[in-house]
């Protein structure tokens, strides 16, 4: 089967107070990208998980596994072993989505080979089987699960809630030439609000105001802003750009290491590029928001 893995986007994300198990309660807005991977999944008779990778500019030299590291093998691992299906699995992986960029990749790769993986076996697991299994990878996992493109999701992935996507609008990619990993962000937060204090207070509009984009625009932010542009101020100009050239929305996603700008036009767009591509620094890679439903897989 061969199947998309979709980016996505954070168009607000809120880091709240530790839970009893000490992790940091979440309140974020996915968006699917048109970005995507590309896999071919099977099922095969021999015992085992083989991942062909195959890296697609402007990826070339970054450093992606393709063994047991590779969040796509250990989906499909995940699977076999709680279904109790014999045999291994062959995926071809092409790597489009810029990894360790806030963007989801590894995430989204992995809820690709649950699903294609999951419709090949002889006794598929039900939907909440797949969503659990996705919830034990990451917390993002369980969203590209989804057949929407937008959600609201909460408690590190165990709540989640589908909303109609807004209309699709162009997208540009500022992505520097590092990652800039989840867990080393999180402890910024922290060190940050010992310092100085906190507050997260949250209040959202009703389900159905959630595909406007003249909502979400008022909605948009993103905690780790502060704190990661504090130490990588290069992101922070990057996103002054993209305001300048006239972006609705500009900001980082996820914990980084990604900008990213939504324009009303492609011609802002292309201004916006057209400046950020001045600086050496910056992967740039034109993209749009995707408008539901999201069509995943191709059986042929």
């Keep these: 089967m061969t199947i998309q893995a979709h980016a996505k ?10 839970d009893a198990d000490g992790y940091h309660g979440l309140e974020t807005l996915f968006l699917r990208l048109e970005l995507s991977d590309a896999l071919d999944v099977a099922l095969r ?28 093998w250990r989906a499909a691992q995940r699977l076999l072993e709680v279904s ?57 996992v369980p969203f590209f699960l989804l057949t929407h493109s937008m959600a609201l999701g909460w408690e590190r992935g165990r709540g989640l809630m589908a909303l109609a996507a807004p209309p699709p609008r162009p997208v540009l990619l500022a992505v520097p030439p590092y990652a800039i990993g989840s867990g080393e962000a999180y402890a910024w937060i922290d060190a940050d609000r010992e310092a100085h204090g906190w507050s997260a207070a949250s209040t959202l509009p009703a389900a159905n105001r959630l595909n406007d984009w003249r909502t979400l625009t008022r909605l948009a932010v ?79």
């Design 9 to 18: 986007v954070n168009l607000r994300l809120r880091v709240l107070a530790r």
């Design 45 to 72: 008779p021999a015992t085992g998980i083989t991942l062909d990778l195959e890296l697609s500019p402007p990826l070339s030299g970054t450093d992606v596994p393709d063994d047991e590291r590779n969040l796509a």
């Design 84 to 140: 109790g299906q014999a045999g291994g699995a062959a995926i071809r992986l092409q790597k489009r989505i810029p990894s360790g960029a806030g963007l989801g990749g590894a995430s989204s790769d992995a809820a690709a080979v649950l699903t294609a993986l999951n419709a090949q076996l002889d006794r598929p697991l039900d939907d909440d089987a797949v969503r659990g299994i996705g919830g034990e990878l990451g917390s993002d």
């Design 222 to 300: 993103n905690d780790f802003e502060a704190v990661v542009f504090d130490r990588h101020p290069r992101l922070a100009e990057w996103k002054d750009v993209l305001l300048a050239s006239g972006a609705e929305v500009a900001m980082l996603s996820g914990s980084g290491s990604t900008v990213f700008g939504i324009f009303a036009t492609t011609e802002r767009r292309e201004s916006a590029a057209e400046l950020l591509c001045a600086d050496p620094e910056a992967r740039i890679v034109r993209t749009a928001t995707l408008a539901d439903p999201v069509e995943l897989a191709d059986s042929g």
